[in-house]
């Protein structure tokens, strides 16, 4: 038993898409949530400044006692995981192996879209990881770096002329190369997903980011014997890196939960 909180982090909104799964799948256990808010979005970004930012919100996580670290952002996962788990000694999970894993486990055709951040698409992560676990996947990538900033300005919602033109520009050419599975590989696109789902139909399986994740976390927390007792209902904190207005409200409305702790500001340029 270990009653220490799991730290998680990501740009900003998307990685209480990992939270909300987290909340389902490990109720019992305690987390510290950091939303690089006054940086976001992270998906333009060159891989030696994701590194810079990727450290900073490890270094200023590890101010709490943590039992382990959710990298709850694609474009951390893809561009900077093997540098922190090499850095620090404790366990850290990103998102591109199990979301990987879980795609190849619904695709029928083996034809596979990803759509993710510009430094995720760039990086080939996603690609290298199902090539890895299955030679003979096809992969169709696509950045689409208008999602993050339309999802933060809270442009989510069926009817939004807006949202639903920018989906149909980038989702309408990966449809053509046949898919019958699409990785959302940054956490913020969850939020779209009946947006995303309209445009690719029933005959695309969507798997999200955030939620294989918080699966591969309950595997290796249960594997390491670092779970809370499951009796307890955790709690979590939230921390940003902006003025926190409205964060609350989007969080707890997105959690369907009371927030217990208002979210804190913090300087991330101290870490
Ligand atoms: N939600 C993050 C991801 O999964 C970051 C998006 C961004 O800040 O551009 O990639």
Known sequence: MDMRPIGVFDSGLGGLTAVRSLREILPEENLVYFGDTARVPYGGRARETLLKYARQDVRFLRTFDLKAILI?????????????????????????????????????????????????????????????????????GK????????????RVDRGDVVIETVAREYLEPLLDTGIDTLILGCTHY??????????????????????????????????RELRAPEERRGEVSFYVSETPENFEDIASLFLRENLHHAARRINIDEY
């Open 72 to 140: 709850a952002c694609g474009t951390v996962s893809t561009t900077s995981l093997e540098a922190l788990q090499a850095e620090n000694a404790l366990p850290i999970v990103g998102v591109v192996e199990p979301t990987c894993r879980r795609a190849l486990l619904v695709t029928r055709r083996k034809k596979v879209g990803v759509i993710a951040t510009l430094a995720s698409i760039r990086s080939g992560a996603y690609e290298a990881a199902l090539r890895r676990l299955d030679p003979a996947v096809e992969v169709f």
């Open 190 to 223: 969850p939020l779209l997903e009946e947006i995303i789902g309209d445009v690719c139909g029933p005959g695309v399986t969507l798997v999200s980011a955030g939620e294989e994740s918080a699966f591969e976390l309950k595997r290796m927390l249960k594997a």
């Open 143 to 154: 950045a689409c770096p208008l999602f993050v900033p339309l999802v933060e300005n809270g």
